[in-house]
């Protein structure tokens, strides 16, 4: 891997490819909710339905995320992210071919199997590459890859939906999404996995992986809620399209700045745990905001979204620098197949029941109480989990101090 860094651009490059794998691996999934209203009209099908593809990313994501794990720790990091872009175009042109609405999910299905190789193969080369207590800058920079496509998406698409059609910004999208394959497998040589030995590729997890994975479902269940954000300020709030997606642009623009504001935090000052507690209660002032936009008018909404951001959508570089310190380089790709099995399985469940709480009640403020109560939820968590350690700490260090010393034998 030193060849990478041998000159500060070469580093740059490092960093800017492997956000732009972030960016493959989510914006296939990512770009439907932008493109909502239109496919609405096209298809003809209802919020439920449009959730469901939200789901089926969601969830497959999940299901598959353990998996692409274990493969990534197999194939190396540079072979799982390559399948990752190419996989990504490939998504985008079957959507874009979608002559009913039910083909959608071919090109669903093959974003979510592809792109769940994502973070596992980031995360490995950064373990692999990068020291420890230097890794927050990098890793902020490559987890901003989602934000930057969902910054992308929110601007362009519906412009281009406008201009040309939906289906022909898809292919666009594609070619954008293919085109710096040949210079990735230029620039970053291919990782060498590490080799087994005896048991160690099968041996168990550290609990810390279990506690981040439920932390994940939890958040990514309340954030679920974004998938619907375009719609909220369509049909809700009574704006146009435009201004949807402008919200949706927003979210992603303040959140890349807080993933790299939240890696620097947690290498420089706070604990994962601290920083996934702060994100929780952050996320829930988030929802508050949202509600109030109901009722109160759409500026709550703009500072809303903007705390959402800096929130809930900017926790996976916290989950992804507590992976990396926990899993360590041999097991990288396998500790983030868990823990975004979790964050995906959350945030594939939440767009369809939160879409069905829509049809249901015709309004969408049932949707901000499940999110708010899912944070809620997640602070809980890392408040037990954080006692739970401390506890734990203090047993072992009972333990040792009550254990007889050498000179007093």
């Known amino acids: 891997m030193e060849p990478v860094f041998a000159s500060p651009a070469r580093r740059l490059m490092f960093g800017g490819l492997l956000m732009w794998v972030m960016v493959a691996g989510t914006s296939t999934i990512a770009v439907i909710p932008v493109l909502a209203s239109f496919l609405i009209d096209d298809f003809g099908i209802s919020r439920t339905e449009l959730g469901g593809l939200g789901a089926a990313g969601g969830l497959l994501g999940a299901l598959f995320s353990p998996y692409a794990g274990r493969v990534t720790d197999r194939i190396g990091g540079r072979n799982s992210a390559a ?16 002559p009913v609405f039910a083909a959608l999910f071919v090109g669903v299905i093959v974003a979510s199997v592809t792109g769940s190789g994502g973070n596992p193969s980031t995360n490995k080369l950064i373990a692999a590459a990068i020291a420890p207590g230097r890794r927050g800058l990098l890793t902020g920079l490559k987890q901003t890859g989602p934000q930057v496509g969902s910054l992308l998406a929110g601007l362009l698409a519906p412009w281009g939906a406008t201009v040309i059609g939906w289906r022909a910004t898809l292919l666009v999208m594609a070619g954008l999404l293919a085109a710096p394959v040949p210079f990735f497998l230029r620039i970053i040589p291919g990782d060498r996995p590490a080799p087994r030995v005896g048991g160690e590729a099968l041996s168990r997890l550290p609990t810390e992986i279990w506690w981040v994975a439920v932390y994940g479902a939890l958040l990514g269940f309340g954030g679920g809620a974004i998938f619907l954000l375009p719609l909220f300020v369509e049909e809700e709030l009574g704006q146009t399209p435009r201004v949807a997606g402008l919200a949706a642009a927003l979210v992603g623009a303040v959140a890349i700045l807080g993933r790299l504001q939240w890696g620097r935090i947690v290498d420089r000052r706070a604990t994962p745990a601290r920083a996934m507690m702060m994100l929780a209660l952050l996320a ?58 979790g964050f995906l399985g959350g945030f594939g469940i939440g767009p369809p029941v939160f879409g069905f709480t829509v049809d249901q009640t015709g309004s969408y403020a049932l949707m901000w109480w499940l999110a708010l109560t899912a944070f809620a939820l997640a602070a809980l968590l890392i408040a037990v989990w954080t006692i739970s350690r401390h506890r734990s700490r203090g047993s072992h260090s009972r333990e040792m101090s009550s254990q007889p010393s050498g000179r007093s034998r």
């Open 83 to 98: 399948t990752v872009l190419v996989g990504a175009a490939l998504a985008a042109v079957l959507l874009a071919a979608a």
């Open 284 to 341: 829930m002032v988030a929802v508050v905001f949202m509600q109030l936009s109901i009722s109160s008018g759409i500026g709550w909404m703009w500072l809303g979204a903007t705390v959402f951001a800096v929130s809930a959508s900017s926790w996976t570089v916290v989950g992804a620098l507590a992976v990396i310190d926990i899993g360590g380089v041999s097991s990288a790709g396998r500790a983030s197949g868990i823990v975004w099995f």
